[in-house]
């Protein structure tokens, strides 16, 4: 199967052979492919008049390139791109004065398409705004963060934000069934097995340019496999083994500074919460595949120790701070043990948010000026002076009482019958509730 062999041999990845010509041949994103969609009515010849330059936010691989480019060949338009990577206020300039001729000289209007928009400065940013707002080109900005955080606002109020979805499955293996077929993919050379194609859908994570990275780098390692020169009546079948030798692990989607870090560390605190050990496991193993800190991890184990359990278990922050302690011991990998050991106990204990409540009421009286003065019998009485002051004066120390403890004020007087911390029903604040209500019937005299 020599022709399988040298299928690969110097030619352009199959994500970017395989990227779609037309609006027709785009995968997903139905929601935004609608007819009369400002994307539909943008690739059309006839929507020169009115057009909006757009903000493409989504995850990579779900098509924000593929759109623009379908965009631009569809309607005709002059395409010009520049990545925020490597392009600047000059780059962007000259654009802008090239895309004003060709639109007077030649009635040609240009899509600008600006990969990963918010690498760009501020001050890059609004070098886009005259040519945005004066209509001398269509901006089409991609990213993968959240625009409302990483592009100026007079931009964006310009611009129509759409968002992106990663790929369904089905969308996948659409994609992943046409590049097995299509000339420009692999040509009918290779078949694919079912649970191979399911692999690939599953590594991909919703990302089409995962897929047909894993699909190409499964292919190359079944080529190498065949003899030199050996004709075949049948084509080569990618298996699922072949997959997996090709794809070591699965191809994770998380940006340690973007949403995808945001909304996995919320999960994994929700997951421990709402007390299921599976998906708190799930989502630590997410986030340590991913070369998160795993210090970040322990000090977020340790926060919830405090604020989600408190003293319905006391030795949840023990355990938390223990794993805090392990992980700077001993590093990583070896780390994830008591990381995944402190998730385990945290998720399985007994919940209760009644510290945090407790001292945020107490803070929220302090900065409402909710205070009074210190009862004159709490006040120091160790310097010269003070007694004549009554400082100290009443004071009953409660180690002298057979109980441990007296009826006294504490609170300023304005506060007295304030109560912060109030104790749930659950684990270990059971037994703290029932002495707790004995000792206020003592201190506060009933």
Same mark, same amino acid.
């Given at each position: 199967m020599s022709g399988a062999q040298g299928?690969?041999?110097g030619s352009t990845p199959l994500a970017v052979r395989m990227r779609p010509r037309s609006l027709d041949e785009v995968a997903g994103q139905s929601h935004l492919l609608t007819p009369g969609s400002p994307l539909v009515s943008l690739a059309s010849s006839s929507a020169e008049q009115g057009a909006v330059s757009l903000i493409l936010w989504g995850p990579p691989g779900t098509g924000k390139t593929t759109l623009a480019q379908a965009i631009a060949h569809s309607s005709g338009r002059r395409f010009v791109e520049l990545s925020?990577?490597?392009a600047g206020v000059k780059d962007v300039r000259e654009v802008m004065e090239s895309s004003l001729t060709q639109r007077d000289l030649y009635g040609q209007s240009t899509v600008l398409f600006l990969d990963e928009i918010h690498r760009f400065t501020k001050s890059q940013q609004d070098a886009l705004l005259p040519g945005v707002e004066n209509g001398w080109v269509i901006l089409i900005a991609a990213t993968t963060e959240n625009p409302s955080f990483s592009v100026v606002a007079p931009l964006l109020s310009r611009s129509l934000l759409l968002t992106l979805q990663?790929? !369904? @499955?089905?969308?996948?293996r659409l994609l992943i069934n046409r590049a097995i077929s299509d000339e420009r993919g692999l040509g009918g050379r290779?078949?694919?097995?079912?649970?191979a194609r399911d692999d690939i859908v599953r590594l991909a994570s919703g990302d089409a340019r995962r897929a047909l990275t894993a699909l190409e780098a499964a292919a190359m390692s079944v080529a190498a496999s065949l003899p030199p020169g050996e004709e075949h009546d049948e084509p080569p079948v990618i298996t699922a083994e072949a997959v997996s030798l090709a794809v070591d692990r699965?191809?994770?989607?998380?940006?340690?500074? !973007? @949403?995808?870090h945001y909304d996995v560390i919320s999960a994994f605190i929700k997951s421990i919460r709402g007390s299921d050990?599976?998906?708190a496991l799930h989502y630590l193993a997410r986030m340590i595949e991913a070369g998160e800190d795993p210090r970040f991890i322990a000090r977020r184990i340790i926060v919830h120790a405090a604020e989600d359990i408190g003293m319905a278990d006391p030795q949840a922050l023990v355990v938390a701070t223990s794993a805090a302690t392990a992980v700077q011991l001993i590093g990583m990998p070896?780390?994830?043990?008591?990381?995944a050991e402190a998730v385990i106990y945290l998720a399985t204990a007994p919940k209760s948010p009644s510290v945090i409540r407790g001292i945020d009421a107490a803070i929220s009286d302090v900065r409402a000026g909710k205070m009074g003065p210190?009862?004159?019998?709490l006040r120091d009485a160790h310097y010269a002076g003070a007694k004549k002051l009554g400082h100290g004066k009443g004071y009953v120390y409660p180690h002298n009482s057979a109980l441990g403890v007296v009826e006294q004020q504490y609170l300023p007087t304005t506060l007295r019958k304030r109560r912060y911390y109030e104790p749930t029903e659950h684990g270990n604040e059971r037994d703290v509730s029932a002495r707790l209500q004995k000792l206020l019937r003592i201190i506060r005299g009933g």
């Open positions: 299928l690969f041999s925020a990577v490597t990663p790929l !369904g @499955d089905d969308d996948l290779f078949a694919l097995a079912d649970d699965a191809l994770l989607r998380y940006d340690r500074k !973007g @949403d995808e050990p599976d998906a070896e780390g994830r043990i008591p990381l210190v009862p004159k019998h």
